[in-house]
Structures are given as structure tokens and as C-alpha cells.
């Protein structure tokens, strides 16, 4: 088994951060084969639905994997990575097929940005969820903060990020960032309540969603936010925090 696993049946394509024992984060391999895989799903006429979930029963994802991405300690070299990553998560943002993030488990960090990258939002009812940038001195660095601003109200995306606090399902729910909660079961019955449709008419409403978004201008906020996050990336705030998990 890889990293990341895809899983294309029954009109849907299930793509798996099978990272477990580190609660799914996001490591150099892991954005390389995520990148694949949805190229893969886009040539793929038996996939009409994308599903990204986390492999284990504690975590949808972790976010950065904090022991790899420690090692990073200049702005370049930040912009570098999270430039990456973000590039995989625009063309999720904007993937032309209708996409869900199904949260199977905790959601942190990057793993919200990736989230937040999804069409849809469906949780297990005991998950914690946060934005936790800021409690490492950094900002998202993926997009996530651009991509709120676009799934949220400004004013609830702003207190979500500043805060940098965790939150719940429930929370989520009111929020508007989570859109149901449901266990495995029901979700998956949910899902076929879209993939009855022909993928041609989920294609055009998908294109119905995107068309509400100004492409160039998101990418350019993607970059200042890379830019903020690489800047921030420098900081001793930043370094202490990460060597703290490090070293727990
Ligand atoms: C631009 C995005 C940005 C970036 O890339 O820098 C970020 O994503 S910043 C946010 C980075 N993520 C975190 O700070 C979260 C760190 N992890 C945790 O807070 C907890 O692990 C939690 C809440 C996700 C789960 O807690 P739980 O008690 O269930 O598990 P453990 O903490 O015991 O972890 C189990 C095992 O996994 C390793 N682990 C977990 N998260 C990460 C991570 N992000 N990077 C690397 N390794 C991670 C943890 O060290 C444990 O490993 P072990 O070898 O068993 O000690």
C-alpha cells in the first residue's frame, strides 16, 4: 500500500492519505502522488465523484508532516514546498469533477486547507478540526486561508484562522465549513443520492460552482498567502514551535 491510495469504483474515486501511524500528514511522496491521482481520476470516465478521506479511524490529516518540513528553515526554501502543495490544491479547488472531503478524523493545519480545498465538507460526528497555523507562528501556506475566504463568510473565515482554535463537527456545521455529519454508512448512501446523475450533468453544475470564482485573482491571493506563510516561516516563533512537537 502507498501513501496515497486511489480507488475507483461504484462512479466514485476514493483517494486515501494512508499515512496512519504519522495521522496522514502531508510529506513530499504524499503531494507528488496526490497530484497523480487526480490526474488519474480526471481521465477516468467510471469516476464521476472524488472522495478524499484519511486511512485509520483517529485522523483525516495532520497536516504538514512537521518531521520532515522542520528540516526547512529559509523563506526560498518554504516558498518552495508550500508553492507545491498549493499548485495540488488549486487544481483540487478547481477540478472539474465534484469533490468531497470526508473526514474521518481529526483535521488540522494543512489537513483543513485540504479540506477546505473540497466542493463539500461531510464529518464523523467526533472529529476535532483547526486552522492550528497560527499556534506555530506561521499562516495557512496551502491556500487555505484564500479558499475560506471563499467557502465562508469572511467575518466566521477571519475568527477561524486568528484564533488558530480548535473546533468540532457541531461547530463546523454552524460555521457553515461542515455541510453534514455522518458516519460511513450514511455518507456513502449520501453520495449516491449525486452519483445517480450522469457525470455530464455533475460536470456542468460543477462548472456552474467554479464560474462563481475569479481563477487568476485566487491563484495571485495564493501566492500572497505562500508569500506571508514563507515569510512567517523564518520567525524563532515558528521554529520554536515546530522543534516543541519535535522534541514532545
Ligand atoms: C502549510 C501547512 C502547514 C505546514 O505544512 O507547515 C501545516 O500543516 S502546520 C500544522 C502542522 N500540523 C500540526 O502541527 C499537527 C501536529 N500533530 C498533532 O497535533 C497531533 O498529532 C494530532 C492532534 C494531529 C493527533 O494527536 P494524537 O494524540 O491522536 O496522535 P499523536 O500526537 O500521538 O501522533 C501520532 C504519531 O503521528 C505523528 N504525527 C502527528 N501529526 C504529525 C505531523 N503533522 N507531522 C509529523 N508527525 C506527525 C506523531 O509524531 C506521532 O508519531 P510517533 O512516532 O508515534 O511519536
Not at 487544481?91 to 478524523?105: C, D, Q, R
Not at 471563499?150 to 457553515?176: C, H, T, V, W, Y
Not at 450514511?186 to 455533475?202: D, K, M
Request: aromatic residues 8%; contains cysteine.
Amino acid at each position: 500500500m502507498g501513501k496515497v491510495e486511489l480507488r475507483i469504483e461504484n462512479d466514485q474515486a476514493w483517494i486515501t492519505l494512508n499515512r496512519p501511524e504519522k495521522r496522514n500528514a502531508i510529506d513530499y511522496e504524499v503531494i507528488d502522488l496526490l497530484n497523480e491521482k487526480l490526474d488519474v481520476i480526471q481521465t477516468r470516465s467510471d469516476a464521476k465523484i472524488v472522495i478524499i478521506t484519511g486511512a485509520g479511524n483517529d485522523a483525516f490529516c495532520s497536516g504538514g508532516d512537521l518531521s520532515v518540513f522542520h528540516q526547512i528553515h529559509t523563506k526560498t526554501d518554504a516558498r518552495e514546498m508550500l508553492l507545491k502543495m498549493a499548485n495540488v490544491l488549486y487544481k483540487l479547488f478547481f477540478f472539474p469533477k465534484p469533490t468531497v472531503a470526508y473526514l474521518n478524523g481529526t483535521a488540522v493545519g494543512g489537513g483543513c486547507e485540504i479540506a477546505t480545498a473540497c466542493d463539500l465538507r461531510i464529518a464523523e460526528k467526533n472529529i476535532k478540526l483547526g486552522f492550528i497555523q497560527g499556534k506555530l507562528g506561521i499562516t495557512t501556506g496551502w491556500g487555505g486561508s484564500t479558499y475560506l475566504m471563499e467557502r465562508l463568510n469572511n467575518q466566521e473565515a477571519i475568527q477561524l484562522l486568528m484564533s488558530a482554535n480548535p473546533f468540532d463537527a457541531n461547530e463546523g456545521i454552524k460555521k457553515g465549513f461542515i455541510q453534514n455529519i455522518y458516519d460511513r454508512e450514511n455518507f456513502e448512501q449520501w453520495i449516491t443520492t449525486f452519483t445517480r446523475q450522469p457525470v455530464g450533468v455533475l460536470m456542468a453544475y460543477k462548472q456552474r460552482l467554479l464560474s462563481q470564482h475569479d481563477r487568476p485573482k485566487l491563484y495571485k491571493h495564493v501566492l500572497e498567502e505562500i508569500e506571508d506563510c514563507s515569510t512567517l516561516w523564518e520567525t524563532p516563533e515558528h521554529h520554536e514551535a515546530v522543534q516543541r512537537f519535535i522534541n514532545k
